[in-house]
């Protein structure tokens, strides 16, 4: 049979393993660390950095198709898989969104609506921007943040130094502050057909950076829901791209404005594995095997909580809660803001 290639050892990683698994595939990960959410469910384990390139090439021969849970891969490492096996989705779309800048002109080139941004790189660039965004704005290090980190907000221009030592000399970009009602995703999955499958827009609860929540349905008229899942699929088409991929979006009454794109199966979409008859992991997988994609609709409404930090101390009783699934990861070590697992509760009967 097949083995599907997963760089990433996370709980992106082993849910995607799961998926896989499920229909009939083995798994391998590369993973640098050890004791991992994927390795404890995946069938082969590549423990090395992405800097060995012995092992990247045998972990490459080892698989038939390559694919990833999280999108700062050093291009190096990409290099080097690339002469070897497909990497899906491609590396267009990793390019894009490992920089915010030139994710967010890749957006506005496809005529879409993103925060008012400018590149900071110097104290002088700063105070340029924030003289024509204007204040509140967020500064963010182009490269490498996720969970809200590397991110600093500016409520007024005197708080522009710190929030410059803050980027620890990463070249940054300044954004806009959007005045959004509320905060939507929708999780699109492009087969290697052409075909387009969109899940429901879910809407999501951030706090301090961090994804707390996510509720299907989302509050959005049916134009809101069209126009959604109308722009991700004009983004999955304008990357001739192959696989789940994540678009998170502000609500505002002048439309909806794309926050950012991620390249994979996203923390937003984690309610279609209770909500859907095919869930974004075997959609993924589906789409990266060449299969044709599942139908995306959804058969339940779902709240799904992520569980960070001490939130486990809930488990037991979640654990006696009706309609509730449990999805945890593995992890030993319970950090603050670690992300643990999460529970999706469904809402039985008819959406
Ligand atoms: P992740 O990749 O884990 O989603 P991230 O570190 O890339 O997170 P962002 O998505 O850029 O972070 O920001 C996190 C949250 O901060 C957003 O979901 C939103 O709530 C808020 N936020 C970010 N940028 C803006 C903005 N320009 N205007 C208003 N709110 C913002
Ligand atoms: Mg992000
Ligand atoms: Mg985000």
Not at 172 to 179: D, K, T, Y
Not at 315 to 332: D, S
Request: with cysteine; hydrophobic share 40%.
């Amino acid at each position: 049979g097949a083995v599907i290639g997963i760089l990433g050892g996370g709980q992106l990683g082993r849910m995607l393993s799961v998926a896989a698994s499920r229909l009939g595939f083995k798994t391998c990960i590369f993973e640098p660390g050890g004791d991992c959410p994927a390795s404890h469910v995946a069938n082969y384990h590549f423990q090395a950095g992405y800097d060995d390139a012995e092992a990247l090439r045998a972990f490459a021969q080892a698989v038939d198709v390559v694919t990833y849970e999280f999108e700062n891969i050093p291009t190096s490492a990409l290099d080097i898989i690339e002469t070897l096996r497909p990497i899906r989705p491609g590396r267009e779309a990793l390019r894009i969104s490992q920089d915010r800048l030139t994710e967010k002109e890749f957006l506005t080139g496809l005529g879409l609506q993103t925060a008012p941004h400018a590149a900071v790189d110097s104290a002088d660039d700063l105070g340029t921007a924030l003289e024509s965004i204007g204040t509140p704005a967020i500064l963010k290090t182009r490269r490498l943040g996720y969970d809200g980190k590397g991110q600093a907000r500016i409520m007024s221009p005197d708080e522009a130094g710190q929030a410059l030592d803050d980027m620890a000399g990463s070249a940054a970009i300044l954004e806009g502050f959007v005045e959004f009602t509320h905060e939507v995703s929708v999780i699109a999955a492009r087969g290697l057909d052409g075909s387009v499958a969109c899940f429901d827009p879910g809407e999501n609860v951030h706090e301090g950076g961090i994804l707390r929540s996510t509720t299907v349905p989302a509050r959005l008229t049916p134009t809101q829901r069209s126009d959604a899942v109308l722009l991700a699929a004009r983004i999955l088409n304008a990357l001739e791209y192959v696989g789940v991929l994540g678009v998170e979006l502000f609500v505002t009454p002048q439309g909806l404005i794309v926050n950012e794109i991620a390249p994979r199966v996203h923390n937003s979409g984690h309610w279609t594995q209770n909500g859907c008859a095919v869930d974004q992991f075997e959609q993924h997988i589906r789409a990266i095997a060449g299969w044709p994609l599942g139908d995306g609709m959804r058969h339940s409404d779902v709240v799904m909580e992520n569980l960070i930090g001490d939130d486990i101390d809930r488990i037991p009783a979640m654990a006696r809660e009706p309609h509730a699934a449990l999805h945890l990861y593995g992890k030993t070590a319970c950090k603050p803001g670690r992300k643990m697992g999460h529970v999706n509760r469904v809402k039985p009967g008819k959406p």
